[in-house]
């Protein structure tokens, strides 16, 4: 069994960083893909940035393009996301995301395994 778990979530001032982590553990797959997505109160589920694990390629949401940046670390199983420049309408509960096959990178619901979630507040 898969599990994705984040950290590095909390609060910070409009215009500061933060590093979100997702670290996977379990079973020995190899992923195809990995993606972050947000939740804000009240609305839908969204894609941020997704990056395809043996050629490195990254996709991002229009919004957050110039900001935030995702990385893996194959060795570690891991994914990030440096989020630099934030502001109050990145405020969101952040999920990571898994698949062991190449597809639609921007749909939620083509992803096998999710993390619980971690809260990034922005203040104005």
């Known amino acids: 069994q898969v599990q994705l778990v984040e950290s590095g979530g909390g609060l910070v001032q409009a215009g500061g960083s933060m590093r979100l982590s997702c670290a996977a553990s379990g079973r020995a797959l190899r992923f195809a893909e990995m993606g972050w997505f947000r939740q804000a109160p009240g609305k839908e589920r969204e894609f941020v940035a997704a990056?395809?694990?043996?050629?490195?390629?990254?996709y991002y949401r229009d919004s957050v393009k110039g900001r935030f940046t995702i990385s893996r670390d194959i060795a570690k199983n891991t994914v990030y996301l440096q989020m630099n420049s934030l502001k109050p309408e990145d405020t969101a509960v952040y999920y990571c995301?898994?698949?062991?096959?190449?597809?639609?990178?921007?749909?939620?619901?083509?992803?096998?395994?999710w993390g619980q979630g971690t809260q990034v507040s922005v203040s104005s």
């Open positions: 995301a898994a698949r062991n096959y190449l597809g639609d990178y921007a749909q939620a619901a083509g992803y096998d395994f």
């Open positions: 990056v395809r694990w043996s050629a490195s390629t990254t």
